[in-house]
């Protein structure tokens, strides 16, 4: 039972170097979201997705992007790196989202990309 | 935008003993739902409890009970008998929209 799973688990970037974030979920799941959250904080949305071929912007969007060609899996690309971009990155799905879906039916968490950008 | 408070950074525990974690929100609907996860060093997230706006008896799952003052916009967290293994960080989240709107975070710690 794979559940959410992001690669890599770790990164070390240098300013202004790019890259993609990887997550992918098995369960079917047509709501996926990207968090970050930062050294003692609250996870803060970046973008999400209610399924294939469409994406919204969250709380922080700047400096990401994202793109949902698949149900399975909803990259997060950094284009250009920040020291402001260092954070731990979630991921997570849920099937579907009518009132009180997340009740019924909570949220799948994958286990997190920490990335440092120096 | 919905917003959820959490106004402990860091609360500690005797083992054994009770806490109780704060949380206030911000919303205009009459119809919601809140959470609180858990989130230990190994930064899994855990759903711990969750609560329906409606219902006015608060929810209970096993030592982990919550306090719901719906017209204060209140939603505290209350783990009784503490144990060791329930040192994490504790977020409480609001369901808006599409989407859960997370607190900024608790730490708990555990002393033995």
């Known amino acids: 039972n794979a559940g959410v799973t992001q690669t890599p688990k770790f990164r070390i970037l240098k300013i202004g170097q790019s890259m993609t974030l990887q997550c992918t979920q098995d369960?079917?799941?047509?709501?996926m979201y990207w968090y970050r959250q930062d050294p003692g904080m609250g996870l803060k949305l970046i973008y999400y997705?209610?399924?294939?071929?469409?994406?919204d912007k969250g709380e922080v969007p700047n400096g990401y992007n994202v793109s949902r060609s698949t149900t399975e899996d909803f990259p997060l690309r950094l284009e250009l790196a920040a020291p402001s971009q260092t954070s731990v990155y979630f991921c997570?799905?849920?099937?579907?989202?009518?009132?009180?879906?997340?009740?019924?039916?909570?949220?799948?968490f994958g286990n997190g990309t920490r990335l440092t950008v120096t | 935008a919905q917003t959820v408070t959490q106004s402990q950074p860091e609360m500690s525990v005797q083992e054994a003993e009770t806490v109780t974690l704060s949380c206030t929100y911000d919303?205009?609907?009459?119809?919601?739902?809140l959470f609180w996860y858990k989130q230990p060093p190994s930064r899994q997230m855990i759903l711990v409890i969750r609560?329906?706006?409606?219902?006015?008896q608060n929810a209970t799952e096993n030592r982990f009970s919550v306090n719901f003052q719906k017209a204060a916009k209140s939603f505290s967290l209350k783990i009784s008998d503490s144990q060791l293994g329930d040192a994490a960080m504790y977020f409480c989240?609001?369901?808006?929209?599409?989407?859960?709107?997370f607190g900024a975070g608790t730490i708990l710690r555990v002393k033995s």
């Open positions: 997705s209610v399924g294939a071929g469409i994406t």
């Open positions: 989240a609001q369901e808006s929209g599409n989407k859960l709107v």
């Open positions: 609560q329906e706006a409606y219902k006015q």
């Open positions: 997570a799905s849920i099937a579907g989202v009518v009132t009180g879906s997340f009740y019924n039916s909570p949220l799948h």
């Open positions: 919303t205009s609907e009459s119809d919601y739902y």
């Open positions: 369960m079917n799941h047509n709501y």
